[in-house]
């Protein structure tokens, strides 16, 4: 395996002895179908591609995800037909290290959090909270970066291979 497709996208990212793994589209559906509630947070990084909108679109539908918007990509999403309820980045961290919160839809804890287009310093902070205080919960990545917090996550890439990965992720 390259090494470069599994260094931290900031330098600075040091994970310690829990190192994400390196995950393929296909190895994170299953880790969807195995999920008895997922749930699927995208953040502002992406509100301004369409393509990439689009594309978490059909992951929402495919999997019939229930949707966090963090940032300021709530309205983009409304307008793109994606339901969505609006949450901090830092305020559903919180949220998902409680065990006994009931999730965002009120049908218990969520036991696999997909994460796309959060910041990447905010977002590798909170995946280490996460990776420290949730142990009910794994996390993976979509971004085009590799988040060695997070419990899985898709390899260092190019646009190109970036959009491949996140068409295959909403075919079942």
Not at 88 to 95: A, D, F, Q, S, Y
Not at 131 to 143: D, G, I, N, S, W
Request: glycine share 6%; charged share 20%; hydrophobic share 40%.
């Amino acid at each position: 395996m390259d090494g470069d497709r599994t260094t931290p996208w900031q330098p600075t990212v040091i994970a310690g002895p829990k190192h994400g793994m390196l995950v393929t589209p296909a190895i994170a559906k299953m880790m969807l179908k195995k999920a008895k509630n997922p749930l699927f947070v995208i953040g502002p990084l992406i509100k301004d591609d369409e393509s990439l909108i689009s594309l978490c679109k059909n992951i929402v539908e495919a999997w019939n995800l229930p949707v966090v918007a963090t940032g300021n990509i709530y309205k983009s999403l409304t307008e793109n037909g994606i339901k969505s309820k609006r949450y901090g980045t830092i305020e559903i961290v919180n949220l998902l290290k409680d065990p006994e919160w009931k999730g965002i839809n009120g049908e218990g804890q969520h036991d696999l959090v997909l994460f796309i287009g959060v910041t990447y310093y905010l977002a590798s902070q909170g995946l280490s909270s996460l990776k420290h205080f949730a142990p009910h919960l794994k996390t993976v990545t979509l971004c085009k970066y590799f988040h060695s917090n997070a419990d899985a996550s898709f390899p260092n890439m190019s646009d190109s291979e970036w959009t491949n990965y996140l068409e295959k992720m909403s075919k079942i």
